[in-house]
């Protein structure tokens, strides 16, 4: 587990695909043993979740105050985040945006779903944006940038799908028979920036490289 960057109130860490963020914070622990004492178990001082196939930047507060403090800023919609994704096809246009309500799945629980306002059972869905921008694009495939603007469970990859565009890899949002990379065995789905207000008022970047099997894909094609 690689460490980006830590200060008195706060822990980023790079988080691994295939590992779970409860998980992770088993291995947070031992380290860090202090953060038992912050907010409540098994979560802890969890600012923010990632997919259990989701990489890269994670936020940890270290400090009571410091978690009450980065949760509000997700809250208030204040952070920025920057996703790198392959997505299934050729995305048409450059850029876009994504805007609907996502719910929970009547069908499968597991999953998400989009609803749209006058859609029946949409009452009550919460609102989830999503813009996008090509980075780059492949024979059956296309790169792109993902910054959410609202955070949903599993926003991006029901976005996606929603478009016909569903991540590579994804068996939850994926197509039946989609094409997918050799030797890619979760979805292709990075947090790669994020930028947050800190307790002395500065805005503060992070960045995360993109992991060596992931790189190795887009060599591939």
Request: charged share 30%; net charge positive.
């Amino acid at each position: 587990m690689k460490v980006i960057y830590q200060d008195n109130d706060l822990l980023v860490v790079d988080k691994p695909a295939k590992i779970d963020v409860i998980e992770l914070m088993g291995l947070v622990l031992k380290e860090y043993p202090e953060i038992k004492n912050i907010g409540l178990a098994p979560r802890y001082g969890l600012i923010h979740r990632l997919d259990k196939d989701t990489s890269g930047i994670l936020l940890i507060a270290k400090t009571e105050m410091g978690l009450i403090f980065f949760q509000k800023q997700f809250k208030l919609k204040r952070v920025k985040k920057t996703y790198i994704a392959l997505v299934i096809g050729n995305v048409r246009d450059d850029k876009g945006r994504i805007e609907t309500l996502i719910g929970r799945s009547k069908k499968d629980g597991k999953k998400q779903k989009v609803y749209l306002e006058t859609e029946p059972g949409s009452e009550g869905k919460r609102d989830a944006i999503t813009d996008y921008q090509v980075v780059k694009r492949f024979k059956e495939y296309t790169l792109i940038n993902a910054f959410p603007k609202t955070g949903r469970k599993h926003q991006i990859r029901c976005h996606f799908s929603y478009i016909n565009h569903p991540l590579a890899g994804d068996k939850v949002y994926g197509f039946k028979n989609q094409p997918c990379p050799k030797e890619l065995d979760h979805h292709f789905l990075h947090a790669e920036n994020l930028q947050i207000e800190m307790s002395n008022g500065k805005i503060k970047e992070f960045h995360s490289d993109l992991p060596k099997d992931l790189k190795n894909i887009l060599e591939q094609l």
